[in-house]
């Protein structure tokens, strides 16, 4: 019984002294390790790590989006190969707001066709009229 104990003891002892040799993953500098799960050599290196990455996850995020926004800002397959153009993407195609579009064909400066409620610019009406302003 005793013998059995003393032995457990050692045992214990023995794995509590385990000393592991790993380099920091955060400042990549050796140090011993209590436990083979340990990726820091200190608490504050695991934190720092922890807010870097979470730093780099925020940042992809925001680039992820700006790309996501540019490409659904850019114009839907080439509207100029389409015969007819809404006034939003005559705006679009031409880099002005949807509303200068509808002054320009209110002002019969910009030729329409209205199909029931809707407006809509031939590509011919909007290449005679960029045609009309070259200076
Ligand atoms: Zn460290």
């Not at 040799?21 to 140090?31: A, D, I, R």
């Not at 153009?85 to 707001?97: A, C, N, P, Q």
């Amino acid at each position: 019984m005793e013998f059995h104990g003393v032995n457990q003891n050692k045992y214990i002892r023995m794995s509590s002294n385990m000393r592991i040799e790993k380099t920091c993953e955060y400042c990549n500098q050796l140090y011993i390790a209590k436990m083979t799960t340990t990726r820091y050599c200190s608490h504050d290196c695991n934190r720092k790590h922890y807010k870097q990455l979470q730093r780099e996850k925020k940042v992809q995020h925001v680039t992820n989006k700006r790309i996501q926004s540019i490409q659904s800002d850019s114009i839907p397959s080439s509207p100029i190969e389409k015969p007819f153009l809404s006034m939003k993407e005559t705006g679009k195609l031409i880099g002005v707001h949807e509303r200068t579009v509808i002054k320009l064909i209110k002002d019969k400066k910009l030729p329409c066709c209205r199909i029931g409620r809707r407006v809509i610019i031939s590509n011919e009406s909007l290449k005679s009229f960029i045609e009309s302003k070259k200076a």
